[in-house]
């Protein structure tokens, strides 16, 4: 058995925990920005493929207090680095150190880089190491004297799904569009509506969900290339995701902007997400939105107005969404951003309010619960109607 974190954004540590519960890994500890967990070699894949709002899945290889320099060399050196880094291996060292005593960064990643070369000459019998391998990116993470040493499994962070090869202005992480859709109470047969959805992360995501296709089946990452992970776990595990996948079933989910432009990119992202066909985009002013289901949801990340000048203007939609969802009593609405007063102009207290980070912004995901739909509600096409 093996011990993994799965890394999260402040307030999303829970989303992630359930997560890998889901994948039936039930020896689970959440901490900040971190969730740990025990697990079998395999883990490494399922984890990988499917964690939707985790940043990255680390190799916990050890963790211990250390207050000087030859501490952290010593017990460095101790830990099992032969069982997992190949004689030909690149494995850079990244650090952090964060209320401890061993505060220079630099010198902490040059003695964990040192510890290490000296436990692999014992293995390998040799005093340079070319590195022209595969990856193994270890981290030292130093918090209040006590050091975590890992590998980081995922490579690029698990948000490049691979579907967003063209840039937009501002993007929303993919990892916290999935966060936000998890936390709502959309389930696939609903209509879910993003009326300012840009290049349309949410809306993507949402149907990466709905559809049960794991995030991370069109990519690549550094464990694959490792020989303590066998190919075969890869194979059976990227099977498994292709098994649970349900491309067939129906999902109602649209994506609107007054950008056509942006619209565009829109739909481009979701044909590289294998979900063109599964989501709708439409130009169309927020204020002229219409729809004719009676139970949905809209989850929506609007300006926040953080540029100087732009507060006025992001205000106003505030004003003009609270106008606009009027007519739509029964619908639950899951709005996210900074503004500390986004209630008083949007004119409706939230449900619910829960702190998330939108890279460094601190954010504040507004959730307004309407009343459930019934059981029996059937699955109905999306269809949104200019105001007339």
Not at 116 to 130: D, G, M, P
Not at 181 to 204: F, H, M, N
Not at 258 to 275: E, F, N, P
Request: aromatic fraction near 10%.
């Amino acid at each position: 058995m093996i011990e993994l974190i799965a890394t999260a954004t402040f307030g999303l540590e829970s989303v992630v925990a359930g997560e890998v519960r889901e994948l039936g890994y039930e020896d689970v500890n959440v901490e900040n920005a971190r969730v740990t967990f025990t697990a079998d070699k395999e883990a490494v894949c399922r984890a990988n493929l499917w964690l939707r709002a985790a940043d990255r899945v680390l190799l916990k290889m050890g963790e211990f207090k250390a207050v000087t320099f030859e501490e952290l060399f010593q017990q460095t050196k101790d830990l099992p680095w032969e069982d997992w880094i190949p004689e030909d291996a690149a494995f850079p060292v990244q650090g952090k150190s964060i209320k401890s005593g061993l505060y220079s960064v630099p010198d902490c990643q040059a003695i964990v880089k040192k510890a290490v070369v000296e436990k692999l000459k014992r293995k390998y019998r040799r005093n340079w190491f070319e590195e022209t391998g595969p990856r193994y990116t270890i981290e030292v993470a130093l918090l209040k004297d006590v050091v975590t040493l890992t590998i980081d499994t995922s490579g690029a962070g698990l948000h490049k799904r691979g579907y967003r090869r063209l840039g937009s202005q501002a993007p929303l992480k993919e990892t916290l569009a999935a966060a936000m859709v998890l936390l709502s109470r959309w389930r696939p047969g609903q209509t879910l509506i993003d009326p300012l959805c840009g290049s349309g992360t949410i809306p993507i995501e949402a149907a990466l969900i709905g559809l049960n296709i794991a995030p991370g089946l069109n990519r690549e990452f550094d464990a694959e290339r490792w020989p303590a992970i066998p190919k075969e776990l890869w194979d059976r595990a990227r099977q498994e995701a292709g098994e649970l996948a349900c491309p067939g079933r129906p999902v109602h989910i649209l994506g609107s902007d007054i950008d056509g432009k942006v619209l565009s990119l829109a739909r481009y992202h979701a044909r590289q997400a294998r979900v063109g066909e599964k989501v709708f985009f439409q130009t169309l002013p927020l204020a002229d939105l219409r729809t004719k289901h009676q139970y949905g949801c809209i989850i929506c990340n609007p300006p926040y107005g953080e540029r100087l000048g732009e507060v006025r203007q992001a205000e106003s939609l505030y004003v003009e969404m609270g106008n606009t969802f009027k007519g739509m009593e029964t619908w639950s609405f899951y709005i996210l951003t900074s503004h500390p007063d986004f209630e008083r102009f949007f004119g409706k207290r939230a449900t619910k309010k829960r702190k998330l980070y939108n890279g460094r912004i601190q954010c504040n995901y507004f959730q307004y619960y309407g009343p459930r739909p019934p059981r029996q509600l059937k699955n109905v096409p999306v269809e949104l109607r200019p105001h007339t």
